[in-house]
């Protein structure tokens, strides 16, 4: 069964960095898209962004570009978030998915396998 299993989460000053981990176990990513979403309190999951299983491209939501990267390593099994330049608007609890083949998508309804998230809170 997939697992994902999200750390790196923190407290920070705006101007911060951080970088998120997702540890995936029983999943070939090759075969699968593996995203970053995250969620305020109140609000719905936000795209943030992903790496898409076909081509190993990269895509960004647009409030993070130039800002936050997404990346993999093969040999751990592990997606990463690296953020930096934070705003107090980036606080939010942060979760990693996984979507089984099919075309990219930055809907979450399209994502079956989700961890249970990293809070991040940026403050002024």
């Known amino acids: 069964q997939v697992q994902l299993v999200e750390s790196g989460g923190g407290h920070v000053q705006a101007g911060g960095s951080l970088r998120l981990s997702c540890a995936a176990s029983?999943?070939?990513?090759?075969?699968?898209?593996l995203a970053w979403f995250r969620q305020a309190p109140g609000k719905q999951y936000e795209f943030v962004a992903g790496i898409n299983w076909r081509d190993n491209t990269a895509n960004y939501a647009d409030f993070v570009k130039g800002r936050f990267i997404i990346s993999n390593d093969n040999n751990k099994n592990t997606v990463y978030l690296e953020m930096s330049s934070l705003k107090p608007e980036d606080t939010a609890v942060y979760f990693c998915a996984a979507r089984f083949l099919g075309s990219f998508s930055m809907s979450s309804y399209d994502y079956r396998y989700w961890g249970q998230g990293t809070q991040v809170t940026v403050s002024s």
């Open positions: 029983s999943l070939d990513f090759s075969k699968y898209t």
